[in-house]
């Protein structure tokens, strides 16, 4: 089918309450798991990738082999290049024919962050490419005040500001949720979400979807968050049903029977957070 529009993917979405998984992919069998999964399961879904990872794959190959996939596809799926740090990989995101990216400046002063992603999307929406902007501080798991400080996350008021001076078209918030490992169970502020869910009129974004307990990332969806990066539990599966395959010594070298292996498991697990982004069981 065409290919999708990420802002119009998260639309649908918020419209008939469910949420989108997001999965950070890093190779050509990680794309097509995920793609397979998304077709069993007759729902949406977004392939993504870490622009950090173009040591190991090239940015247009991975848009290459991630966009044949999702043309294939019977169900919709979107293409989106995942935390642009600055202006210059944002930029190389477009040249390289990403139809949706993310420019991240929530490490800067608040105006810096605004300038940029401002520019960001200007450039963007010329091309006719969606942009992801981030506010607040989504930090990382092992470290505890990222998950516990409110000072660090996303401000309501701060947000509409933002939202109207840089024509972001989607934005990840922090409200609780950090990346990578957990030094513990997270606890999301959905009171948070819902008053951002009230006063922004796009999509919101939550980054960190890895390890949150099932209950949290649905109830998360009914409070108003359309996509959901996962990133970590994705590459655990590879790793674990890898090593699992490995672990007796007598598949020693055996690498495609390997990637047949654990093909199963992990379509399966992708689809399990498609079940779980759906509480109410919408189908397309």
């Known amino acids: 089918m065409p290919l999708t529009k990420v802002k119009d993917l998260l639309v649908h979405a918020q419209e008939h309450g469910y949420g989108v998984p997001a999965i950070n992919v890093f190779d050509y069998n990680s794309i097509k798991f995920a793609a397979m999964a998304a077709e069993e399961a007759r729902m949406p879904l977004i392939i993504q990738y870490f622009p950090g990872f173009d040591v190991h794959a090239p940015l247009a190959d991975i848009r290459d082999i991630a966009v044949a996939f999702a043309r294939r596809a019977a169900v919709p799926i979107a293409v989106h290049l995942d935390h642009s740090r600055s202006f210059e990989i944002a930029v190389s995101g477009l040249g390289a024919g990403f139809p949706s990216v993310m420019v991240d400046g929530s490490a800067l002063p608040y105006e810096e962050n605004v300038s940029l992603t401002a520019e960001v999307a200007r450039c963007a929406h010329a091309m006719g490419v969606d942009v992801e902007a981030e506010l607040g501080h989504v930090g990382v798991g092992m470290n505890l005040e990222d998950m516990t400080d409110a000072a660090r996350f996303t401000d309501p008021d701060q947000a509409v500001d933002f939202v109207s001076r840089t024509g972001a078209d989607s934005l990840a918030i922090a409200v609780g949720n950090a990346h990578g490992n957990y030094i513990r169970t997270p606890e ?35 409070c108003g968050m359309s996509k959901f990066n996962i990133a970590t539990e994705y590459q655990r599966a590879f790793y674990n049903n890898m090593k699992e395959f490995f672990a007796d010594g007598s598949n020693a070298g055996a690498y495609f029977k390997a990637l047949r292996a654990i093909e199963r498991p992990c379509i399966d697990f992708v689809k399990s957070k498609i079940d779980v982004l759906n509480p109410d069981g919408y189908r397309l």
């Open 188 to 222: 999301l502020d959905f009171d948070r979400i819902r008053k951002l869910r009230e006063v922004l009129d796009i999509p919101l974004v939550m980054h960190g979807g890895s390890d949150i307990p099932d209950d949290q990332l649905a109830r998360a969806v009914r």
